[in-house]
């Protein structure tokens, strides 16, 4: 599967943006679906994740705040961000796992990435 996120951009805080990953192929809905990020000089680090039945977790630094979506008739997977934070300025990925068993947390366990939409978070 190919991944191709964008609605990255400039925002202040307390604002909104909501990313999107198209996603290439017939077997969408078969792959659980991730947003990571990387801040620079960061490890990149887990965001959220919506499973093939559309159960979903996120980061405790985030919970309450973005919310992860997916549309598998359009294969896409969104992550809308509210009350946005300087500290949330990274450049945000997507992921695909196409593994079937529990939902992975870690970048390592994804088989496939998008390309990166940066996020800049002013105070």
């Known amino acids: 599967v190919q991944l191709q996120a964008s609605g990255g951009g400039l925002v202040q805080a307390g604002g909104s943006l909501r990313l999107s990953c198209a996603a290439s192929g017939r077997t969408f809905s078969s792959y659980t679906m991730g947003w990571f990020r990387q801040a620079p000089g960061q490890e990149r680090e887990f965001v959220a994740v919506?499973?093939?039945?559309?159960?979903?977790y996120a980061a405790d630094s985030v919970k309450g705040r973005f919310t992860i979506s997916r549309d598998n008739a359009k294969n896409t997977v969104s992550l809308q961000m509210n009350s946005l934070k300087p500290e949330d300025t990274a450049v945000y990925f997507c992921?695909?796992?196409?593994?079937?068993?529990?939902?992975?947390?870690?970048?390592?366990?994804?088989?496939?990435w998008g390309q990166g939409a940066e996020v800049t978070v002013s105070s």
């Open positions: 919506i499973s093939r039945n559309s159960g979903t």
């Open positions: 992921a695909a796992d196409q593994n079937y068993g529990s939902i992975r947390f870690t970048p390592k366990e994804y088989e496939y």
